[in-house]
């Protein structure tokens, strides 16, 4: 134990999120005055919002909705998820994705996470695939962890899978596909079927709450653009499919009203494009000082990412070496009262980390 040391820092809380922006705050005031806060009363935040953000990331269409999990939970009926289906995911990923799976009423089937990527386990993924009827993989690059995205494609090809990628953790995050003769980086969120992302307090936007989908396809883009909530007034929306595309699907399918308020959108569109890309680039800057700090360590190894790939590092992973739990405990509880938000993987369900073990809901591990 005496091994273990916090060098000299202030305590302080990293994890209190920052202050958002003033031009925020001047529009929610004239929101707020106005009382104008239903998306398609008051058009011009959400729809915004959608074209924006669609711009940013580099897809065809964007939808918003009211959280992360209903953007998976939607993302999932557009690709015809249907109850009874099974649905392939990641075992290590937050609660609110086997709980969306479940609120489709489809069963989750969990894959294996490989120890070398932290992210999804690509044999596992291929072996699960082929053994069961799922042709839907719910994808959570949980912490910013991504597989070999070019071989999960190539495996989701070969299985017809339809990959919905929940980017909760990498908004800002790219991928180089070693097959692209133009070697572009790419966001993640556009090699599957929909991207999902989350405007959660703990995100990389923070509008409190709130939820957007990303897809190139039409059809999917009408199915949620109706879905979400529009009440037949889609062509208000930002950036959805021309009208005729939404009108058909209209009297067919359900309105979940699952809609973003304006509030929220107000407060999420300063921190878009630029405000990402600052974010992103200080990220790089703290991550390279923790990497001199820990790597110098030799209890400490922070696990390699890929080349291709350029993360957000709005956390840090690492492992202990040679640690057993009770010290693993010990190094916790000191660094809680330095201020740092350490989680333990291998550890109990606490805050927001919990496990498939904690899932009891999902029932089942394929
Ligand atoms: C936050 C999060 C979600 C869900 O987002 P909510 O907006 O809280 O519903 C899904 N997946 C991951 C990995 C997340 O971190």
């Not at 399918?253 to 405000?275: D, E, H, K, V």
Request: hydrophobic letters at 40%; one cysteine or more; proline letters at 5%.
């Amino acid at each position: 134990m005496s091994a273990i040391k916090f060098g000299p820092l202030t305590p302080h809380d990293f994890s209190s999120p920052e202050p958002l922006p003033r031009s925020a705050k001047q529009r929610v005031k004239s929101l707020l005055e106005s009382g104008r806060l239903f998306r398609y009363q008051q058009v011009e935040d959400v729809a915004t919002l959608e074209q924006q953000f669609s711009k940013y990331i580099g897809s065809r269409f964007a939808v918003a909705c009211n959280s992360g999990g209903c953007s998976i939970f939607l993302a999932l009926l557009a690709l015809g998820v249907k109850p009874g289906d099974s649905v392939l995911t990641c075992s290590h990923t937050l609660a609110p994705v086997p709980g969306a799976i479940v609120h489709a009423g489809a069963k989750p089937i969990f894959v294996d996470t490989d120890p070398n990527t932290l992210s999804i386990d690509l044999d596992d993924l291929e072996r699960k695939a082929n053994a069961s009827k799922s042709n839907v993989v719910v994808v959570s690059y949980m912490r910013g962890r991504v597989p070999d995205i070019d071989r999960m494609l190539s495996i989701a090809d070969r299985c017809g899978l339809a990959i919905v990628e929940d980017c909760a953790h990498t908004l800002g995050a790219t991928w180089t596909s070693a097959t692209t003769t133009s070697n572009v980086p790419k966001h993640i969120g556009l090699f599957g079927s929909i991207g999902c992302w989350s405007l959660q307090t703990n995100k990389c936007i923070n509008a409190g709450e709130g939820g957007l989908l990303s897809t190139d396809r039409e059809d999917l883009a009408a199915y949620l653009t109706v879905a979400t909530g529009s009440y037949g007034h889609f062509s208000l929306n930002g950036a959805s499919p021309p009208d005729v595309f939404v009108e058909k699907l209209y009297p067919s399918m359900p309105n979940f009203s699952m809609r973003l308020n304006t509030i929220a959108a107000a407060i999420a569109l300063p921190q878009l494009g630029q405000a990402i890309t600052n974010k992103v680039k200080a990220w790089d800057r703290n991550m390279r000082i923790l990497r001199s700090v820990l790597d110098s360590c030799q209890h400490t190894r922070i696990i390699g990412t890929d080349p291709r790939y350029a993360p957000a590092w709005s956390s840090v992973q690492f492992d202990l070496v040679g640690f057993d739990a009770d010290m693993i405990k010990e190094y916790l509880k000191r660094a809680h009262e330095q201020g740092i938000p350490l989680a333990w993987f291998g550890g109990a369900w606490k805050g927001f980390t919990s496990t498939l073990r904690d899932w009891k809901f999902a029932d089942g591990t394929g």
